[in-house]
């Protein structure tokens, strides 16, 4: 591994008043460099610039929050990051499963990995470096949503038009939920009893009953919604609408739009990732093509400031 760089990337003073009071960590997957980011949220300014293998998307941050685990889509394996240090402390390769993509951490110390080429949902054990793999036999197995209890995966299949539901403790899958389209974005309630499915296919998000897994409602979106997330206190669904540019915010008990908010409003920026602060009063969006994370004030619906990330940025994390 060569040695990390360190950046000062310097923002307008007119962003000042749009810092957060907390200082935090915001780590940006630079999907066509090879490298990760660790950005000082308080500030705005770039601490560090690390390596990692080829083609880093999403990001998962340790129970703890002192650990970052970036995937390498491109390839097999998967860094363990150091947050407070900005240091590789570890690679995992996951041999046989291929091209890591989405991510998540385990309340008790393991990821889930989708391994897409593999058609699996990858189990890890960061500190042993132990790998299982439970097939979904599914086409494109891209993204995973982890339920509450930590106990139930659900991994979305771009290319089969399903959601796999795995046990994560038994390492089955107990079904595949015919949703249609090209699911990719998903999220999960906080309370765990809808699970929030974007399409690639057609400009609206469907919502399924995690109960029955049966599809409830599909509700209206801009084009087209590559991303989705639920604000901390679940009342707020967010699409990111990749074709548009926008967000769009449901409230999630009435099944309502509220709002649409204009990030770019350009099809050209590449908005794809979304994730909310730990608070849900800001969010932040990839805007991928612009290589810049663009952070977005959820009361007004105004860009605060764009943060600077290095060539096509995309996935992202929050460590306190």
Do not use: C
Not at 113 to 139: F, R, Y
Not at 150 to 173: C, E
Not at 268 to 282: E, H, N, P
Not at 297 to 318: E, H, S
């Amino acid at each position: 591994m060569r040695p990390f760089v360190l950046l000062a990337v310097s923002l307008a003073s007119s962003f000042a008043l749009a810092v957060p009071a907390a200082a935090e960590t915001l780590l940006i997957g630079n999907k066509a460099e090879d490298t990760v980011s660790f950005i000082d949220l308080a500030t705005g300014k770039e601490r560090a610039r690390v390596e990692t293998a080829h083609m880093p998307h999403e990001i998962a941050i340790s129970p703890d929050g002192k650990q970052a685990a970036v995937v390498a889509y491109g390839g097999t394996t998967l860094d363990i990051f150091d947050v407070a240090s900005a240091s590789r402390v570890k690679r995992i390769d996951l041999s046989p499963n291929v091209a890591p993509h989405g991510i998540a951490w385990l309340r008790d110390g393991r990821l889930v990995v989708t391994t897409e080429k593999s058609k699996s949902l990858t189990l890890v054990d960061p500190a042993t470096g132990a790998v299982s793999a439970v097939a979904t036999d599914q086409n494109g197995s891209h993204m995973v949503a982890i339920a509450p209890t930590g106990g139930r995966a659900y991994v979305a299949n771009i290319a089969s038009g399903t959601v796999s539901v795995i046990d994560i403790d038994t390492r089955r899958k107990i079904a595949d939920i015919a949703v249609g389209g090209r699911p990719e974005g998903i999220a999960l309630t906080p309370n765990g009893k809808q699970l929030w499915v974007g399409d690639l296919s057609a400009p609206h998000v469907r919502i399924v009953d995690t109960a029955t897994l049966k599809t409830v409602a599909t509700l209206p979106v801009d084009p087209v919604a590559i991303r989705v997330a639920i604000s901390p206190d679940g009342k707020t669904a967010v699409t990111s609408n990749l074709e548009s540019g926008t967000l769009t915010l449901i409230d999630v008990a009435k099944r309502k739009v509220l709002k649409t908010i204009s990030v770019s409003g350009q099809k050209d920026a590449g908005q794809v990732t979304i994730l909310f602060s730990r608070d849900g009063k800001r969010l932040y969006a990839a805007e991928t093509y612009r290589n810049e994370i663009a952070e977005v004030d959820m009361k007004n619906g105004t860009v605060l400031r764009r943060i600077p990330a290095g060539k096509n940025g995309d996935g992202l994390g929050i460590a306190p």
